[in-house]
């Protein structure tokens, strides 16, 4: 295979974007062939701004069945990815998905099954992977440079949203259409770094979920969740959609000493001597290790962003290059998510393996609720396309 013929479910925002940079001829090895999305209006706008003699879709089956694609990017509302990725990758086609990876761990589970079976590459459009910040985070720790890890905070409370934000859809907010609030639509990029940086999951979860309490919407809009690890490390994550103006500060704290991601920067008080080691020999009553503080240095920008995921999925296709974010990671980040708002829900620890069936009845009483109910119980696993996204 030369060429890498795409296809894009779901012409919202997200979806019409990756179609115009991959159309523009901006990822090697890619051609835009199909666009399809369960409106037709939305079709047929999103192929008066792309141009050009691209196949129209108002059904991913028949996308799917058409032989006109070899990969799908599903840009679908977040219920959906799972099982539109089942399907393609039934019909053995390449599926690189956006984020979250679902709504619910079992859903994604099974995707990742479906993933596992087949021989096509699957990915996930977890583009601040390729944020050179977190990338050298990342570096740093499995290298060793920071030694064990004791503990981490990240306070990211800078995705504002106003209450016209929520007005400017129904859907939008709602347990029925999204599933969650911040934790699942703002946030999923921080959950997924969280454990990608660490390279640990929580073990158990206590949370505290503030469900429309600074806008008048019926899912969690204030987040602190209190985590701890195997090894006696913990950490503190803290969201919010209302703080102005909000923070991005994420701290891990190590036997070498801590790293501090804030501003753009990366800074490293590094102990002169790992503080385990300095404990066992010092004999000064308030002696502390020497600590030097260094700037990391960093590439400056972001990164390659969803460009660089798409052309990293395109490259693992045509030349089997390792997939910056596999598909079945995506399970780590939404277990988070899960267990963070059954922790709230239940008032009470959670612990992994989280209880997927137990959740999903939670989940599933909060969508009957909904202010806008969607059509379908999610436990029947039924597909729908909504442009809307």
């Known amino acids: ?25 901006e990822i090697k090895g890619a051609e835009l062939t199909a666009i399809c999305d369960q409106s037709p209006e939305q079709v047929e706008r999103a192929a008066a701004a792309l141009g050009g003699n691209l196949k129209r879709f108002t059904s991913a089956d028949e996308l799917f069945a058409s032989g006109s694609v070899d990969a799908v990017l599903i840009a679908t509302p977040h219920y959906d990815h799972p099982e539109l990725a089942i399907q393609a990758l039934k019909h053995g086609l390449h599926v690189l998905i956006e984020k979250p990876a679902g709504v619910y761990t079992k859903q994604v589970r099974l995707m990742n099954e479906a993933a596992a079976a087949s021989d096509r590459k699957f990915g996930i459009m977890y583009n601040q992977r390729t944020n050179p910040m977190y990338m050298k985070l990342r570096e740093l720790i499995a290298s060793g440079e920071l030694g064990e890890i004791k503990r981490f905070s990240w306070i990211i409370t800078d995705w504002y949203r106003s209450q016209a934000y929520y007005d400017s859809g129904s859907w939008r907010a709602t347990w029925a ?58 950490g503190v994550f803290i969201t919010s959609v209302a703080d102005s103006p909000g923070t991005n500060r994420y701290e891990v704290t190590g036997d070498n000493g801590k790293i501090v991601i804030e501003h753009g920067k990366m800074t490293f008080w590094r102990n002169r001597i790992p503080e385990s080691e300095f404990n066992r020999t010092n004999e000064k009553v308030f002696g502390r290790p020497e600590v030097w503080e260094c700037s990391i240095p960093v590439p400056e920008g972001i990164g390659s962003q969803h460009r660089g995921i798409t052309q990293n999925f395109v490259n693992a296709i045509l030349h089997d290059e390792p997939l910056i974010a596999p598909g079945e990671e995506g399970i780590n980040g939404l277990t988070i998510s899960n267990m963070i708002h059954l922790s709230s829900w239940l008032d009470d620890w959670v612990k992994l393996p989280i209880d997927e069936e137990l959740y999903l009845k939670l989940l599933q009483e909060r969508i009957e609720a909904s202010r806008t109910r969607k059509k379908t119980n999610v436990r029947k696993q039924t597909v729908s396309i909504d442009g809307s996204y």
């Open 177 to 234: 259409y999204e599933g969650g609030g911040v934790l699942i639509n703002q946030c999923p990029h921080n959950l997924d770094l969280m454990p990608w940086t660490l390279g640990m999951m929580p073990e158990r979860i206590r949370a505290f979920c503030h469900y429309g309490k600074h806008r008048d919407i019926e899912v969690e809009d204030d987040v602190t969740a209190y985590m701890e690890f195997a090894n006696g490390a913990t």
């Open 1 to 25: 295979m030369g060429t890498v013929r795409f296809g894009i479910i779901g012409m919202g925002n997200m979806g019409l974007s990756h179609a115009k940079y991959v159309r523009d001829g």
